[in-house]
């Protein structure tokens, strides 16, 4: 069913974009209950987007007006609809420097950093706080509203499954420092961009956690099981990822390649051309 309304001035619409399994949608959220932030111009599709803008525009029926759009990042799942949308809407895009750059500074009508604060007003005024999370995307924002303590947290997780980290597009080194800030807020609900909100979210930011530290064992083994000559990344696929049906593995490769990395950078593995061979300990 869409839109949802998940409480007082806090909506959900799921619309179908170009994601990856197993999401199909990625969340947008009204957020505000007379000056309203709509969160992820995320479809490309037309079906969608027709739909979303309908949704939009709804929001008047209500009392309620939109003031910007605000993207957590630059993928493509999270702006894809984010020039038509704005364009038919009439409304500022807000963000982060990283995303401008990417997807045209000219579109972006505000830059955003680590420590703003939105003001929405309303009979229930909401402030969220910008904060930067880098490791999923460089440049990715989640929203921190203390007072209800709900954080809208983009592709830092997701209600289902994990999060692919991709070198180059973000650091697992950094990604996990971030999980690790945003267990610490103690927020009572996750409205992330792929799933149903989270209502254990700090449990669920220490599975993320331990999950990635376990996959890191995984990864570590499978580098001192290929001995002294070493191993590159795709012969270490199978070992590090024996778990995971094999039609995934080419998604598993991006994520190894984003553990090796930080392995690396801790000293654990050393490369050698394209292999990866363990660093002996001394």
């Not at 027709?50 to 910007?68: D, I, K, N, P, Y």
């Not at 070493?230 to 991006?254: I, K, N, R, S």
Request: proline share 6%.
């Amino acid at each position: 069913m869409r839109p949802r309304e998940l409480a007082s001035g806090l909506s959900l619409f799921a619309a179908r974009t170009p994601t990856l399994a197993p999401a199909t949608h990625t969340n947008s959220y009204a957020l505000g209950g007379r000056d309203v932030l709509l969160v992820e111009p995320a479809t490309p599709y037309e079906d969608e987007l027709r739909a979303w803008l309908e949704w939009a525009r709804g929001l008047a029926s209500s009392g309620r007006r939109a003031v910007a759009l605000f993207a957590t990042h630059y993928h493509a799942d999270h702006v894809g609809g984010a020039d038509t949308l704005a364009r038919e809407l009439g409304l500022p895009l807000w963000t982060h420097e990283e995303t401008a750059k990417r997807i045209g500074r000219e579109k972006v009508a505000k830059q955003l950093v680590d420590g703003d604060v939105i003001g929405l007003e309303g009979p229930s005024p909401q402030r969220w706080k910008v904060l930067e999370t880098p490791g999923h995307a460089w440049g990715h924002l989640c929203l921190w509203n203390e007072a209800s303590r709900a954080l809208v947290a983009g592709d830092m997780v997701a209600s289902h499954g994990t999060i692919i980290i991709v070198p180059g597009d973000g650091d697992m080194r950094i990604y996990l420092q971030q999980l690790r800030r945003l267990a610490s807020l103690d927020a009572s609900v996750v409205l992330p961009a792929h799933g149903e909100p989270i209502d254990d979210p700090t449990a669920h930011f220490e599975r993320y956690i331990a999950h990635r530290l376990a996959r890191e064992a995984k990864v570590k083994a499978a580098v001192v099981a290929a001995g002294a000559e070493g191993a590159t990344d795709v012969e270490l696929v199978p070992g590090a990822y024996a778990d995971t049906p094999p039609t995934a593995w080419p998604f598993a490769l991006l994520s190894l390649r984003a553990h090796l990395e930080k392995l690396l950078t801790d000293g654990e593995v050393r490369q050698v051309g394209a292999r990866y061979a363990a660093v002996p300990a001394t």
